[in-house]
């Protein structure tokens, strides 16, 4: 059954690179050395005529024969409309991208498993390994490592502590605030503020400073060196809450885009759940029965904040409108989307679009929605396929299997990077993918036709030599 899938999966992948010139403005294939279960876009760097420098954030799960990192790289992103059909079409699965390069290594304690960056400073990120310790890093200021066999673990900056149990994966932090939110099997939901360790240390000015010496404010980070001075330990900071109300193992949460107090959870009792720190520790609303099976992700739209999507081992993406959670006691989504054929793994709104959303999972398979599209007519051009789940308007399947986690860049919105763990297929740790889709697929129809009529006596011309 196993050989007949893979055989499966590869023509699925065969045919999709002979589109590639087809449906991407950009694509970037990078063969990764080990597998990474996260990846994060950090800030703009530099922004030139044909491309922009942007870091970029990833995780190397190794063997224990090197120590797990947090790699930061720095990625030249090519601007729409500059590379040629066929450049990207002929990339080579089994290199590495001339377009991705490794700036600073940090040897992390543990595996990372969820990487965040703070919005309000995105030099300063959040990562989860296996404990109940959630572990804060200014990469500007962290020294740059050499992950060989026997190196010491980098120190964190800060160490968030609160958890009972390990918390893995649930992890978010806040638009509003410097506000960190996690998750964990303890079954419990934790809030931090980052602000506390930043007011300890003006109050208490004794107190030594964070062994990457960062700045957790705005600003830019210190470019000091320290991290390996063994007499200096990382402060830690206990919770501002610690929230109980689910009955298993918390897999992810998201704050509310317009408030530091609210935010929401999921996890594998099957349940989506509100919270509101003003109003204590208990649950504001709890949706049983959100999905048929455990929920592996959660996330709240930037632009409407109503409306929240959850996905699933059952396979689907949920959406619900918080205004209208339930119905006769269970979760009452305002709509499925129904296009994916193992769990999903990955869920998360468009930064530009409001109805726009991408969703990833077991299946290999990336698919960008957009919700306004339900119910549109198919349109007799034939350009969209009458087999498509409504909504669903693109789908990358460049991966070869599950894709672990992606990330819409805020600095080019229609640019997405995605990580899959595939390295069986591929001969590496797995493949990093950064991407984006021609516009004509996105944009207007109004636009595209009124830009396609300008080619129109072009395309003629050709048809008649």
């Not at 450049?87 to 990487?115: C, D, L, W, Y």
């Not at 709509?335 to 290999?364: I, M, R, Y």
């Not at 300008?454 to 395309?459: E, G, L, V």
Request: aromatic share 8%.
């Amino acid at each position: 059954m196993k050989e007949k899938s893979a055989v499966g999966v590869n023509e699925r992948y065969t045919q999709w690179k002979t589109l590639v010139p087809v449906l991407y403005d950009w694509l970037a294939n990078h063969n990764l050395v080990w597998p990474s279960l996260s990846c994060r876009w950090g800030p703009q760097l530099e922004q030139a005529t044909y491309k922009n420098r942007q870091r970029l954030y990833l995780s190397e799960q190794t063997d224990g024969s090197v120590p797990n990192t947090l790699v930061i790289a720095n990625c030249e992103v090519v601007k729409p409309r500059v590379a040629a059909a066929e450049h990207i079409s002929q990339f080579n699965e089994e290199a590495r991208s001339p377009f991705v390069k490794k700036f600073k290594t940090i040897i992390h304690p543990g595996e990372v498993n969820t990487i965040r960056e703070l919005p309000q400073n995105s030099n300063i990120v959040a990562t989860h390994t296996d404990s109940p310790d959630v572990l804060i890093w200014d990469v500007d200021a962290q020294p740059n490592r050499h992950a060989v066999l026997g190196a010491t673990e980098s120190r964190p900056d800060l160490i968030l502590t609160g958890h009972k149990d390990y918390a893995e994966f649930a992890l978010a932090m806040c638009p509003t605030e410097p506000f960190v939110l996690s998750g964990g099997k303890d079954k419990s939901v934790v809030l931090w503020s980052i602000q506390d360790h930043v007011s300890t240390l003006a109050a208490e000015p004794g107190l030594s400073k964070s062994p990457g010496s960062g700045n957790f404010n705005s600003k830019p980070a210190s470019k000091s060196g320290g991290g390996n001075d063994k007499s200096t330990k990382s402060p830690s900071i206990g919770p501002r809450g610690v929230y109980q109300g689910h009955t298993d193992t918390v897999e992810d949460v998201q704050f509310c885009p317009s408030s530091a107090q609210e935010f929401c959870s999921v996890g594998d009792d099957s349940c989506l759940v509100l919270w509101d720190a003003r109003t204590g520790s208990t649950p504001v609303v709890k949706v049983e029965k959100a999905h048929s099976a455990d929920l592996h992700c959660v996330d709240w739209n930037p632009h409407d904040v109503n409306l929240i999507l959850t996905g699933s081992a059952d396979n689907s993406v949920h959406m619900f409108d918080r205004r209208n959670l339930i119905s006769a006691g269970v979760g009452a989504p305002v709509h499925k989307f129904e296009g994916h054929s193992a769990a999903v793994l990955c869920v998360q709104w468009s930064p530009d679009k409001s109805s726009v959303f991408g969703t990833s999972a077991e299946d290999g398979i990336l698919n960008i929605w957009d919700y306004q599209k339900i119910g549109e007519k198919q349109d007799s051009a034939g350009l969209k396929l009458p087999t498509a789940p409504p909504g669903l308007f693109f789908r990358h399947a460049g991966h070869r299997d599950k894709v672990v986690d992606f990330h819409w860049n805020a600095s080019d919105p229609w640019t997405i990077v995605s990580v899959s763990d595939d390295g069986e297929s591929t001969g590496g740790g797995g493949t990093l993918q950064i991407w984006r889709m021609i516009d004509l697929i996105h944009r207007a129809e109004e636009d595209v036709l009124a830009e396609l009529e300008n080619f129109k006596s072009h395309i003629l011309a050709c048809e008649r030599s």
